[in-house]
Nanobody, 121 residues
Framework: EVQLQASGGGLVQAGGSLRLSCAASGFSLDDNAIGWLRQAPGKERERTSCLSSRSGKAYYVDSVKGRFTISSDNANNTVYLQMNSLKPEDTAVYYC??????????????WGQGTQVTVSS
């Protein structure tokens, strides 16, 4: 059974940092690309980043480039999202999700529960 467990959200002041974790089970990060998405109140879900362990490539939406870093500990099947220089507009529920294949294209089919990130001004 595929499971994704996100954690690490919280309240932080603008300019601060948080690190989100996503513990994955039931599949291998070597075979399945994994990403972080977020949804703010009243807004559509947004893809922030994706990591393909097999290709070694990471992708980011422009709004988080240079501030967020996605990484993985494949031995422990855990993915992280290091978020620095946080802004109030980063406030959202953050989800980790996985694809069926190792590339960062296509749909996410496995989802974890969200973790709330709130950035105060």
């Amino acid at each position: 059974e595929v499971q994704l467990q996100a954690s690490g959200g919280g309240l932080v002041q603008a300019g601060g940092s948080l690190r989100l974790s996503c513990a994955a089970s039931g599949f291998s990060l070597d075979d399945n690309a994994i990403g972080w998405l977020r949804q703010a109140p009243g807004k559509e879900r947004e893809r922030t980043s994706c990591l393909s362990s097999r290709s070694g490539k990471a992708y980011y939406v422009d709004s988080v480039k240079g501030r967020f870093t996605i990484s993985s500990d494949n031995a422990n099947n855990t993915v992280y999202l290091q978020m620095n220089s946080l802004k109030p507009e980063d406030t959202a529920v953050y989800y980790c999700a996985a694809r069926r294949s190792w590339g960062c294209t296509g749909d996410y089919v496995y989802w974890g529960q969200g973790t709330q990130v709130t950035v105060s001004s």
